[in-house]
């Protein structure tokens, strides 16, 4: 049987090779690889006779669970099109995302049963609706999971798998309305998963057969998530590792308690976690400290951040609880994948530098490849990317733009080209502060403010200004206990920032709004400060 890069076609190769490891833990529940396959089959199975076909738009609304897994396998398995649907989102914003989706099946938790009901009747290209747990079903139809899966075989043809099969990404709420990314899934494998080399140190495979050999001579390592599975960033990470012949842990609780999640790592045995940024770290690090000893993580090696900024002085502090492990800082988005992990510059602005690679670029405004040094533009990928936005062809002629007759997908990050030739990432362009002439980047000035023992979190916005078009304003949640100097704050930003950088105002806040995984809600950060009397002026 010829294999292709399509995830199942590559799961199957990984099942095939190390059928009784452990694939995946939650809470109790323990799936062995050839367990996990053979529940995605039977699933498979049922959809394909349920009416769900090659191509068909499937969403998953579920919180982390073995469900997801089996749903999002059945789905690449026949050719369906899995699709992540936040679990937070109201009646509104999910009729907004299944209309724009197509959605042909939907299935979801049964906490979220009252919010897709109100909306189902709705959506007439909505298909099939398919509940977990073991709540009671409203009248119109939906189906239980585990009664669906029972009908499914325990064998499943499909020769048409194909490299370009899709996988949609759905991603936006905090900066605009959801969007759904559409990757074919060897542009997934080699853009976002590293190509089945990651754990392996080596290059990219080049035939899905090559997997066995690699997973069935490595250790069985264990990997852990943090954040929920609906995040790219966590199902990507989870992807890396099953594909790597590893054990994936989820949370198997719904919210975020870092005491929790420090048992789990140790009863586990956990070798690698990913996490989101200073919202995810901080109370992780606040635990260790607060109870040293109380856990043994030995184990535990390697502590991997992505999708949000994590600032040095959280990383110092993690490793002085936990000296023994290696920290990685990577790049990526649901637009370019995975781009690299790196260090942040010696000198300048500016919060990672990016080795020269052939599929990375910065690109001025009429879209020109820039090489000189000191030149500042947006960082572009090319290559194994995604190929647009599902059915929204203006915003995909933005992202998606054809340079000398190739595809380049613009991350949105504004970066400048150093003396080496390498890339220096700035922040992000589309919150970039113009105050008076001069940019500022909000993140290098949160990673500042939060050197302030009393900054619980931060997230700073340009609010309009008369004089200088923008000021910077800090919206700022307070760490429980401690009392807000304004004077403190402003001596600590000044010892680390110009001038000009220096917030105008700060807003304090109970809570600074992020999404499930930590990312920063900007959008809610500027229509607060606009609303709130400040603190400094």
């Not at 586990?268 to 606040?286: E, F, Q, R, T, Y």
């Not at 599902?390 to 991350?411: P, R």
């Amino acid at each position: 049987m010829t294999r292709t890069f399509n995830l199942a076609d590559l799961f199957e190769v990984v099942a095939a090779a190390v059928p009784d490891r452990t694939a995946f833990i939650c809470g109790d529940l323990r799936l062995s690889f050839r367990e996990l396959d053979q529940r995605a089959t039977r699933l498979a199975s049922a959809l394909r006779a349920r009416g769900i076909a090659r191509g068909d738009n499937v969403g998953i609304e579920l919180f982390n669970s073995a469900e997801y897994l089996e749903t999002f396998l059945a789905c690449c398995k026949l050719g369906a099109v899995p699709a992540n649907v936040n679990y937070r989102y109201v009646a509104e914003e999910l009729h907004y995302l299944l209309k724009t989706l197509e959605l042909k099946a939907l299935f979801y938790d049964e906490s979220v049963a009252g919010e897709v009901g109100k909306i189902a009747g709705q959506l007439p290209a909505l298909h099939l609706r398919v509940q977990t747990g073991g709540g009671a079903l409203d009248a119109s139809g939906a189906e239980h999971y585990e009664a669906l899966l029972a009908c499914g075989d325990t064998a499943l043809q499909d020769p048409g798998r194909s490299d370009n099969d899709l996988y949609l990404l759905c991603t936006g709420g905090t900066t605009g309305m959801p969007k759904g990314v559409v990757w074919p899934h060897k542009s997934l494998f080699m853009g976002a998963l590293g190509g089945g080399g990651i754990y392996f140190k080596r290059p990219p495979v080049q035939q899905p057969e090559e997997l066995a050999a690699l997973v069935a001579s490595a250790p069985p390592l264990i990997f852990f998530a943090i954040a929920p599975m609906m995040h790219g960033a966590a199902m990507w990470g989870s992807l890396i590792s099953l594909l790597a012949g590893h054990a994936v842990v989820v949370n198997d609780q719904h919210h975020f308690d870092a005491e929790h999640i420090l048992d789990l790592i140790e009863r586990d045995g956990v070798n690698i976690i990913s996490m989101v940024g200073d919202a995810m770290a901080l109370p992780l690090v606040k635990a260790l400290e607060a109870h040293p000893g109380r856990w043994r993580l030995d184990r535990l090696m390697l502590v991997g951040n992505g999708g949000a900024l994590l600032s040095a002085q959280l990383q110092a502090r993690l490793k002085a609880a936990l000296p023994h492990i290696a920290l990685s800082n990577g790049m990526g988005s649901s637009e370019t994948g995975l781009m690299g992990s790196g260090e942040k510059p010696a000198k300048g602005d500016g919060f990672m530098v990016l080795q020269a690679r052939p599929d990375l670029a910065v690109l001025d405004d009429d879209r020109q490849i820039l090489t000189q040094p000191g030149a500042l533009g947006i960082l572009a990928r090319s290559g194994f990317t995604p190929i647009a936005y599902y059915g929204d062809a203006k915003k995909s002629a933005e992202v998606f733009v054809t340079v000398q007759g190739q595809l380049w997908v613009l991350s949105g990050d504004q970066a400048r080209i150093d003396e080496q030739g390498n890339i220096v990432v700035l922040g992000r362009g589309s919150q970039c502060i113009n105050t008076g002439g001069e940019k500022v980047f909000p993140e290098e000035v949160e990673e500042a403010v939060r050197r302030y023992s009393a900054v619980a979190d931060v997230l700073v916005v340009g609010l309009p200004d008369a004089r200088w078009g923008q000021k910077v304003t800090a919206v700022v949640e307070v760490a429980a206990g401690q009392d807000f100097d304004a004077q403190e704050f402003d001596r600590i930003c000044r010892e680390r920032l110009s001038g000009y950088k220096v917030p105008k105002a700060v807003f304090l806040t109970e809570r600074v709004q992020r999404s499930p995984a930590g990312k920063a809600d900007y959008r809610w950060a500027a229509s607060f400060a606009a609303s709130q009397p400040a603190l400094v002026a």
